[in-house]
């Protein structure tokens, strides 16, 4: 009886963090089509497919929120914890990878190395993704 509700309970969270993510990514994809095309920028790295499926990865990953504010409200971005104009061998390694607002990233910008991944995962997401 006591496994039964537990697993109930846990079915619940699971859904409600999924409809969570779905309803961030929505403001997400309508922020993405109501951007002018004029303003996209034109980049070796951010135009690329293996970013974009990277970016994409590291947005579910950590449940599509700013690591360092806490904001889902606000454009996020995905950063490169050690700078792509630093370390351009590091622009495609996963682990080198966050999500932060657009304020958060333009502050730490390439001067700082800040990582906020520790403790930062989205673990229930994470586990039914990748099915570990
Ligand atoms: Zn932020």
Request: aromatic share 10%; proline share 3%; charged share 30%.
């Amino acid at each position: 009886m006591n496994s039964k509700s537990s697993k109930k309970r846990a079915f619940k969270k699971k859904l409600k963090v999924e409809i969570d993510l779905r309803n961030r990514f929505q403001k997400l994809i309508h922020y993405n089509l109501t951007r002018p095309l004029n303003i996209r920028p034109k980049h070796w790295l951010y135009d690329s497919k293996q970013w974009r499926e990277l970016r994409y990865k590291t947005l579910r990953k950590y449940g599509f929120r700013c690591m360092a504010c806490k904001t889902s409200e606000s454009e996020l971005h995905v950063d490169h914890i050690k700078p792509h104009s630093k370390y351009p061998e590091l622009a495609f390694i996963e682990s080198n990878l966050q999500v932060l607002c657009k304020d958060c990233n333009l502050g730490k910008s390439n001067i700082y190395e800040d990582d906020f991944t520790i403790d930062n995962v989205n673990t229930l997401h994470y586990e039914c993704v990748t099915g570990r």
